[in-house]
């Protein structure tokens, strides 16, 4: 079994990311594997919560300022770029956009997701830092809607990303959208959106959901 | 002692008895027949040395002249007869095999030419040099043809066609001579008085002439050249050395004949030659044209030296000699060299490299002719120009250096390509033990000559030889391995620096220079621990440039300077040339550096007109203090590369080793900020009248600062980088020098000794990086954070230093500044200053990143830490960095208290409370500013460490990459000209314009050259007609 | 006065820098929301950021130089506010203005920068590298002008030292060098806005084409120690600009003022004008904030 | 007419001769011609030798039975010009001489004596 998986992988590996050797200064040869040299092959740790009053006040500040991460996965994204306009005005919510996942707290899935964008997606959920929550935009992120047969996108979301929120429709309006964010508020500040946590805790599961259509993985199994 | 007369006997005798024996046995015959004119000559020689005056006058045939010849042996006959004779005897030794292979013919020829140059030496009668000369025109051209081929037979062809006429002239003019005085005496005719005739000057014009001719003047002298060319190199030797020298001192003979006064005549004729042969000379690609060039030039030189005889006074004999004796010793040495060896182009002499001591002793007789100390002729062309500049001789004087640069613009390329050229030959190089004996001992010559030159020397004795006999011992001991000269060397230098200290502990300023070159020396020697091997040919130039730094600071008179500023360039020209791409690098930097140190002698020569000593002192009272001020700051730039000086610097200190780039960098180049502040001292410092000197060099450092650092902004080449940094840096240096001012010398010193610390350091950690990544390109590094961080370190404090952040002592120059310029008034310059402070930034950031930080590369992965010996001074320059940042009035107070009480900057000083310096316009405490900062820093390092202490360790590219994955560390590192966007600003600022000129004139001198040697067509007919045209020209001139 | 309550008082004062610093920003993005007929962020937003961005629970580091990075950067801030002299005739807000003058400062500002630059660099992203690139082009260029003001007004004032500055300054509006000395004042605002990094300025962190610049890589706890020194820094910046161009403050009250519509000013420009790229806004700073710069130069020499 | 008396004669002869001389080997490309006004040359000079040391009415400077051997210094010419003569004749000899044997040698090896073609050395 696992040396099938090993040739099955061989076929999807990246020119640059098989294992070469390089010459160095000296003239010694170097050996290189790339996906275990150039990234971290750690495993990612539940992050417990405070107990009490701290973590309430902490979710608090967490629900109050949520950092958007600007990636429009699908058609929704154009419904995003209004919701900071001067009639919905997500800002006096504390909703801002982040141009980096690094800084960002909410990635929001804006639509059907085809299968490439599931990997760049699952790759910055990963690299946002716990506390992290994710916002489903519309029909084809709960069941595929319109293209819930199509051999290139996913039907359901939360088989590989725990969703935290769902916003039903096709698309969604921007009310809807702030609806979602007071929702989410609602969940973090109630102790409930430890999705980040979830998806440690059951890493293997949503690993393999997501090995299972995505193929050329090209990277060790969580993107730091 | 044995009759002269003997010398041409026995030769003459040999020469007709050798027909007798076979070949067996022949040479020896010779040999000894050689050598016996040389213990008749040199005993003669000692005898006259010892105190005998009489002139031995004897005759030919028992008569007395007209019946007979009439030979004289005097001092100088026996000098010129001994050299001719040691030289015979050695040229002999020299060809010996070629001699036996061609039979006793060449060596019949050899005896009487040796013998005819005896006689034209001796010889009082005019009509017997005439007939001299032809034997030793006939001799050496059957001679010619010792190497056979059609080159030669057509080169010995035009040779004996243009003597021929030449003899034509002479014989015409003996005749005359005759006719109008009845004598062929040269002492009967001096003794007679008889009246001036115009006839006989006439037939005076045409022997003098003549004898000019056999000199090979330029441009009349195609047909030497040309002889040098084709003829055996062991001809050509005789040639350069002995008929020149026997023509030489028969012009020196017959020149009394003359009633006009023909010395201007000479020396025009001299100089034309000297320059004009010397330019050419740098067209040339053939190496033994190359000497022929050079040798014709060289007697160019003797011939100025000789008109110019009446102005040099008690000073011609040593003048003269000793350019005499470097032009015959090196010319043929080389011309020895160039027939063991057997190569043409000048570029195939990399093959010296395969023998040790051919490389040797051919630099050595290189250096011979150009004048470096301590060889003879240095102090030859000392006392010459300084006599000429005392007769305010100046435009002589210009036209020597500049001769005297083109000289050794060839001569020193051909040394870089001996030393660099790509050595293409796959043959052994054969060596025949008797070809190796002749320029050993003329090597010992020149040794000796040296030590002789600088006991006559009026100066001479006052230098300290010490750390010249130091380099020569340790050529000597080139053989041990290298930790053992290093630690040789790292001792001798504590030890100098320990006697030293006494001696200039009260002088301040020398102090703190004294202590960059000594203890930046021997902490750049600590890197040199970490080569293994025997490191040959390292060693003796590393001490010979420190000889030089520490001879600048003891100098006390002008020539002691000069001496340590020509030692110093001549050290650190061989260390830059040991880099590996260094050849033309080093060149362009001798040549500068050439130029520099000319400009400086000008500028010495200058302020010694009108002035009996050679103190220092003599410089603030020079009678021409525009000139002599301008030249010395120009030369003293070229040192310092000022914008448009500056082309030299970055590649030889970017292609220097790893651990000399550090000594050029951030110790040589002090040598220049030293002499700028000996000169502007001696200009009366603060009450110096040369303000709009003192003000261009204010603008030209401002600029200089703006132009090193934007040009090494634009540099992909970590060393490179610091080099045009140090442009920079120098820039500031001479921009608070030119002030004048109490706070703006301080801020002067203060900027050296940083710009030591520093840059020492960088070059030291750079240099540790490239040791072992084995590139300069920085853009090839990246995060060797990890596997270099003792290095990193290092360059990390380097960079804050260099940027002048606080709290490190970078600031305290830029603090220093701003007070300077408010208190000077120069604004504007100051501003540009600061502006290329803040373009520091962006190359030290550059530097540090893309060699650190980034992505780390894959071929670097097993890369080590710097070697410990690498380490080892760049911990100490580090502490000494933090040592002078917390306390800077250690250093600032006393150089402070020097400058104010002497009288060099009495207004407007530092003032210094406790720790806290103040100046009328602000206050600066190095001490608390550290305290404050260190403690922050580390209050809020141990905050971050609390909060984020569980922080996960990621890999290089854990980096968020919009969803994608970095695809190679090549493609991820941001490095390759990092400041596009700064170039598209104002990159035009930093556009070539000074490598442009320069090219320019090098491509122009060139051109000239190449244009000019043209009138040497290769037609012997040709060449008449030039014979014909000058002597016409020449008569002209003169009546 | 001894160590002790020097540091007390000096604690204080950065106390209640930090926390003008948040209200400040968050005022002014209110304002801004205004502006363009929006609730916008609640004035505490920025105290809700910071608190959030401390609570992040997971850290990711690149190496010792990444962690160093936002350590140097609010040394930076930190350092500048510690040297700069508060307010003018109180012995209590002068910090440690005793160990160094107006240079002392302005060269400070370059420590939290290298620091930030090295940090950002171990962090191995190109765009990080860009952006101090652009940073630094464009700060060599805005630092030009600003020299020449600062030469300007130590020739006005004969000093180098801020708080004789400020001295010189005192007794109403006419002996601010603002007026006495307008040229200088042009080019040092001018000068300022780039200092600021505000629009037209701001290629540095343009967002979508070099995601946020420098740091990109950092998150949770570096952040919120890189905002707690941008809240100090842009306070104490305008100080500095204050003490120098506009009478300084006697009182903090007078200081929260000054500042408050000094920092105005940038954003305000910034509301008006677009970006420059660095090869637009270099040659811009050489133009006319370098003529003011000369100008204010050239008549205080005449 | 002094012009016409036997020394200037010669004199102007030689003078004559030495122009041609020069001029032959200036202006002939053959190297055989440039040899043989290398002897033109060298024999206008042996005649000026010649003419400068000529006393008028004085016989040649051989003491033989035509010279009174105890007033031979006020009969015969100054003898030493003729020495010189028969020296510089003997050299002027072995020059040509010399030049004969590098015109041969330049044949053999290039079967040409056109001095044209001999230019591989220059500059």
Redesign the interface.
């Known amino acids: 079994m696992s040396d099938k998986k090993d040739i099955h992988e061989d076929k999807f590996l990246a020119p640059e990311n098989r294992k070469h050797v390089v010459i160095g200064p000296d003239g010694e040869e170097i050996h290189v594997d790339p996906l275990n040299d150039y990234f971290c092959t750690d495993m990612p740790k539940v992050e417990k919560p405070y107990k009490g009053v701290m973590e309430k006040f902490l979710n608090w500040a967490r629900a109050e300022s949520l950092w958007v991460l600007a990636f429009g996965t699908g058609c929704g994204s154009i419904e995003l770029p209004p919701l900071f306009s001067p009639r919905f005005d997500a800002y006096r919510f504390g909703v801002a956009m982040r141009p980096t996942p690094r800084q960002s707290g909410v990635l929001i899935i804006s639509g059907y997701l085809a299968v490439k964008t599931l990997k760049r997606a699952i790759r910055s959920y990963e690299q946002m830092q716990n506390p992290k929550y994710v916002i489903a935009l519309g029909s084809c992120t709960i069941n595929g809607g319109m293209y819930w047969d199509s051999y290139n996108t996913i039907n359901r979301l939360d088989h590989y990303l725990p969703v935290d929120v769902y916003i039903a429709g096709c698309m969604p309006r921007p009310e809807a959208v702030l609806a979602g964010f007071m929702k989410l508020k609602e969940r973090i500040k109630k102790g409930d959106a430890e999705g980040a946590n979830e998806y440690v805790e059951k890493l293997d599961w949503y690993k393999a959901n997501q090995k299972k259509i995505i193929k050329d993985w090209n990277m060790p199994d969580y993107n730091w | 002692m044995v009759n002269p007369i003997y010398i041409v006997a026995v030769l003459l005798g040999t020469a007709f008895l050798l027909g007798l024996f076979r070949k067996k046995g022949t040479g020896i015959i010779a040999l000894v027949a050689l050598a016996f004119p040389v213990f008749v000559s040199a005993s003669w020689f000692f005898h006259f040395l010892s105190g005998n005056t009489e002139v031995l006058n004897f005759f030919t045939a028992g008569a007395k002249p007209?019946f007979s010849i009439n030979l004289q042996l005097g001092i100088e006959e026996a000098l010129f007869t001994m050299v001719i004779n040691v030289l015979g005897f050695l040229g002999y030794t020299y060809l010996y095999r070629d001699f036996k292979e061609q039979g006793i013919k060449s060596t019949v020829l050899f005896l009487i030419l040796i013998m005819g140059l005896n006689v034209l030496i001796m010889s009082r009668d005019i009509?017997n040099l005439?007939?001299f000369l032809?034997?030793v025109?006939?001799a050496i051209?059957?001679l010619i043809?010792l190497k056979r081929?059609?080159?030669t037979?057509?080169?010995?062809?035009k040779y004996?066609?243009a003597?021929?006429?030449i003899s034509?002239f002479l014989?015409?003019g003996?005749?005359?001579f005759?006719?109008f005085s009845g004598t062929?005496n040269i002492d009967d005719f001096l003794n007679s008085n008889l009246p001036a005739v115009k006839g006989m000057s006439m037939a005076v014009f045409l022997i003098l002439m003549a004898i000019l001719l056999e000199l090979k003047p330029f441009p009349a002298n195609?047909w030497a050249l040309?002889v040098y060319?084709?003829a055996h190199p062991g001809i050509s030797a005789m040639i350069s050395s002995g008929t020149a020298t026997a023509s030489i001192f028969l012009l020196y003979k017959l020149l009394p004949l003359s009633s006009i006064d023909w010395l201007p005549y000479i020396s025009i004729i001299g100089a034309i030659t000297f320059i004009g042969s010397n330019l050419l000379g740098i067209?040339?690609k053939d190496s033994n044209r190359l000497l022929g060039y050079s040798s014709v030039g060289q007697i160019g030189l003797m011939l100025i030296i000789i008109g110019m005889a009446p102005q040099l006074g008690e000073h011609f004999n040593l003048i003269f000699l000793t350019v005499f004796i470097s032009h015959f010793l090196a010319k043929a040495g080389l011309f020895w060299i160039s027939g063991i060896i057997k190569k043409d182009n000048i570029r195939q002499w990399s093959v010296l490299r395969k023998n040790k001591l051919l490389l040797f002793m051919f630099g050595f007789f290189l250096l011979t002719l150009l004048g470096f100390p301590p060889f003879p002729s240095f102090y030859g062309k000392w006392q010459l120009i300084m006599e000429l500049a005392h007769g305010s001789q100046f435009i002589w004087l210009a036209l020597i250096l500049a001769g005297s640069f083109f000289e050794g613009m060839y001569l020193i390329r051909w040394f870089g390509f001996a030393m660099k050229e790509k050595d293409e030959s796959e043959e052994k190089l054969t060596i025949h033990w008797e070809k190796m004996i002749p320029p050993v001992i003329f090597t010992v010559f020149v040794m000796g000559a040296s030590y002789f030159a600088n006991n006559s020397s009026d100066y001479g004795h006052t230098l300290n030889l010490i750390p010249i006999y130091f380099v020569i011992a340790l050529f000597l001991l080139d053989f041990l391995p290298a930790f053992v000269k290093n630690s040789l060397v790292i001792a001798s230098m504590i030890i100098y620096s320990i006697l030293l200290y006494p001696d200039i502990s009260d002088d301040t300023l020398r102090l703190v220079f004294a202590g960059i070159f000594m203890i930046g020396g021997v902490l750049t020697l600590f890197a040199g621990y970490s080569v293994k091997g025997k490191r040959e040919g390292f060693f003796p130039f590393v001490v010979m440039m420190y000889a030089g730094l520490i001879g600048l600071i003891e100098a006390e008179n002008l020539f002691q300077f000069f001496f340590a500023w020509e030692i110093m360039t001549l050290g650190s020209y061989f260390l830059i040339l040991r880099g590996k791409k260094s050849i033309k690098h080093a060149f362009n930097y001798m040549l500068f550096s050439l130029g520099g140190a000319y400009l400086i002698f000008i500028g010495f020569a200058l302020s010694y007109f009108g002035q009996d000593s050679l103190d220092l002192s003599i410089i603030s009272a020079t009678t021409l203090p525009g000139w002599t001020y301008t030249l010395l700051a120009i030369g003293f730039l070229t040192k310092t590369a000022a914008i448009g000086l500056h082309i030299w610097l970055p590649g030889a200190h970017a292609e220097a080793e790893s651990d000399v780039s550090p000594m050029v960098s951030g110790i040589l180049l002090k040598a220049g900020a030293f002499g700028l502040i000996l000169l502007f001292l001696l200009m009366g410092a603060e009450q110096s009248e040369q303000h709009s000197l003192l003000y261009i060099l204010g603008w030209l450092g401002a600029i200089t600062a703006v132009g090193g650092n934007l040009l090494a902004v634009f540099q992909e080449d970590a060393k490179r980088l610091l080099a045009y940094s140090s442009v920079g840096n120098l820039g500031y240096i001479l921009f608070a020098l030119a002030f004048m001012t109490n706070v703006g010398w301080l801020t002067a010193i203060t900027y050296s000794i940083n710009h030591f610390l520093f840059k020492t350091l960088l070059f030291l950690a750079i240099g540790g990086v490239v040791m072992?990544?084995?590139?300069h390109n920085m853009y090839e590094m990246g995060?060797l954070?990890?596997k270099m961080?003792w290095s990193?370190i290092a360059v990390?404090i380097g960079?804050?230093t260099l940027?002048?952040?606080?709290p490190l002592a970078g600031?305290g120059g830029?603090?220093l500044f701003?007070?300077a310029?408010?208190t000077k008034?120069w604004?504007?310059q100051?501003?540009l200053i600061?502006?290329s402070?803040?373009?520091a930034?962006?190359y030290?950031?550059?530097l540090?990143?893309s060699v650190f930080?980034?992505?780390p590369k894959?071929?670097?992965?097993?890369?080590k830490e710097a070697p410990i010996w690498y380490l080892i001074p760049q911990f100490i320059l580090m502490i000494g960095i933090m040592v002078f940042s917390a306390r800077p009035d250690l250093i600032l107070k006393p150089i402070g208290t020097m400058l104010s009480q002497s009288n060099y900057f009495p207004t407007d000083p530092l003032n210094w409370e406790d720790v806290?310096a103040t100046t009328?316009?602000?206050?600066?405490?190095g001490y608390?500013?550290m305290i404050?900062?260190g403690v922050?820093?580390v209050v809020?390092?141990g905050w971050?460490?609390i909060?984020?202490r569980?922080?996960?360790?990621?890999?290089?590219?854990?980096?968020?990459y919009?969803?994608?994955?970095?695809?190679?560390?090549g493609t991820?590192?941001?490095?390759h000209n990092?400041?596009s966007?700064?170039y598209?600003?104002?990159g035009f600022l930093s556009w070539p314009v000074a490598t442009g000129f320069w090219n320019g004139v090098n491509l122009f001198t060139h051109n000239v050259a190449d244009n000019i040697?043209?009138i040497?067509?290769?037609?012997?007919?040709t060449y008449?007609?030039h014979i014909?045209i000058y002597t016409i020209v020449i008569y002209l001139l003169m009546f | 006065m001894s160590l002790f309550t020097r540091i007390l008082f000096v604690l204080l004062g950065l106390f209640i820098t930090l926390n003008w610093g948040l209200i400040m920003s968050g005022i002014i993005r209110k304002i801004i929301a205004r502006l363009s007929m929006r609730r916008g962020i609640k004035v505490v937003q920025p105290y809700i950021n910071l608190i959030k961005n401390f609570s992040i629970r997971s850290q990711l580091t690149h190496g010792v130089m990444f962690y160093l990075g936002p350590v140097f950067r609010l040394s930076g801030g930190v350092g500048v506010f510690l040297f700069m002299p508060m307010i003018y005739g109180s012995i209590y807000w002068t910090n440690f203005s005793f160990t160094g003058d107006l240079i002392l400062i302005s060269y400070f500002l370059f420590f939290g920068m290298l620091g930030m630059a090295l940090g950002a660099g171990e962090g191995g992203h190109p765009y990080s590298a860009i952006g101090i690139g652009r940073g630094l082009a464009q700060f060599t260029a805005i630092e030009v002008p600003m020299t020449l003001a600062i030469i300007s007004i130590a020739i006005q004032y004969n000093s180098l030292s801020i708080t004789e500055i400020v001295a010189a300054q005192q007794g109403g509006i006419m002996n601010w060098t603002m007026v006495t000395n307008p040229f200088a004042t042009i080019a040092a605002m001018l000068a300022f806005l780039g200092m600021m990094g505000h629009s037209p300025f701001n290629v540095v962190m343009a967002p979508q084409e070099n995601p946020i610049g420098p740091p990109t890589e950092y998150h949770g706890t570096f952040l919120g120690v890189l905002q707690t020194n941008r809240a100090i820094l842009h306070v104490v910046e305008a100080v500095l600009f204050m003490n120098l161009f506009f009478g300084g403050a006697t009182n903090w009250g007078i200081l929260i003022l000054k500042t408050f519509l000094i920092y105005f000013y940038t954003v305000f420009v910034g509301m008006v004008f677009p970006r420059f790229r660095v090869d637009q806004s270099i040659p811009w700073f050489f133009k006319i904030p370098l003529v003011f710069g000369i100008l204010a130069i050239v008549l205080l020499i005449i | 007419m002094k012009l016409f008396e036997i020394e200037y004669i010669s004199l102007i002869a030689g003078f004559i001769l030495l122009i041609v001389g020069l001029w032959g080997i200036i202006s002939q490309r053959n190297i055989i011609k440039m040899i043989i006004s290398f002897s033109i040359l060298d024999t206008s000079v042996h005649l000026l030798l010649v003419a400068v040391g000529y006393i008028r009415n004085r016989t040649a400077p051989i003491i033989d039975s035509s010279v009174n051997k105890l007033n031979a210094a006020n009969e015969i010419t100054d003898p030493l010009p003729q020495a010189l003569v028969l020296t510089a004749i003997v050299i002027g000899v072995g020059i040509t001489a010399l030049l004969l044997t590098y015109a041969l040698k330049l044949f053999r090896q290039n079967s040409s004596l056109e001095i044209n073609q001999y230019k591989s050395l220059k500059w």
Not at chain 2, 858 to 863: A, G, I, L, S
């Open positions: 007209p009509f005439f007939v032809e034997i025109s006939i051209a059957g043809y081929g059609a080159d037979a057509i080169a010995g062809f004996l066609i003597l021929g006429v034509t014989l015409i003996i005749a005359f005759y006719l062929l195609g040309d060319q084709a067209a040339q072992r990544v084995k590139t995060g954070i990890k961080p990193f990390l960079i804050i940027a002048g952040i606080p600031y830029k603090w701003y007070n310029v408010l008034g604004y504007f100051g501003a600061f502006f402070g803040t373009i930034f962006l030290a950031f550059k540090i990143y930080l980034g992505q894959d071929k670097f992965r097993n890369v806290t009328n316009l602000g206050y600066w405490s608390k500013i404050v900062i922050m820093f809020l390092l971050l460490m909060m984020s569980k922080a996960q360790k990621i890999k290089q590219f854990n980096i968020v919009a969803g994608e994955r970095p695809f190679t560390p991820t590192h941001f490095s990092m400041f966007n700064y598209k600003a104002i040697r043209r040497y067509s290769g037609n012997g007919q008449i007609v014909m």
